[in-house]
């Protein structure tokens, strides 16, 4: 609830929340959340402390056997993922955001350039 009331303070309404299949992504980090707002989807991991400036993304890019881009994301720093959902693979580029304990991904450059001006 503290993150939902962070947006609505800084003019993103939050229209719904809801499980995210983020939960457990990475070892010990049991906590995430799925936000409908007024300006998109964002998916937010709740870390203990500021656990989640200790997690970096890496995009890497590949094709498919059909010739469509990919983009492949994995993580460094602790805690890591845990086996086997490892590492992201997405058709389009996701944008991943962390302050304090919030790791925040969204798959909308608008969305998150939207949060990032919150920081």
Avoid: C
Wanted: net charge positive.
């Amino acid at each position: 609830m503290q993150f939902s009331r962070f947006l609505n303070q800084h003019n993103i309404a939050v229209k719904s929340i809801h499980r995210s299949k983020l939960e457990s992504f990475f070892r010990g980090v049991n906590k995430a959340a799925f936000f409908e707002t007024d300006k998109g989807i964002l998916e937010v991991i709740f870390f203990p402390d500021n656990g989640a400036e200790k997690v970096s993304a890496m995009e890497r890019r590949t094709h498919n056997d059909e010739g469509e881009r990919n983009y492949v994301y994995s993580f460094r720093g602790q805690p890591q993922p845990n086996p086997p959902a490892d590492i992201f693979i997405a058709a389009r580029p996701m944008y991943f955001i962390t302050h304090g304990g919030w790791f925040i991904v969204t798959l909308n450059e608008t969305t998150s350039n939207a949060v990032k001006s919150l920081f």
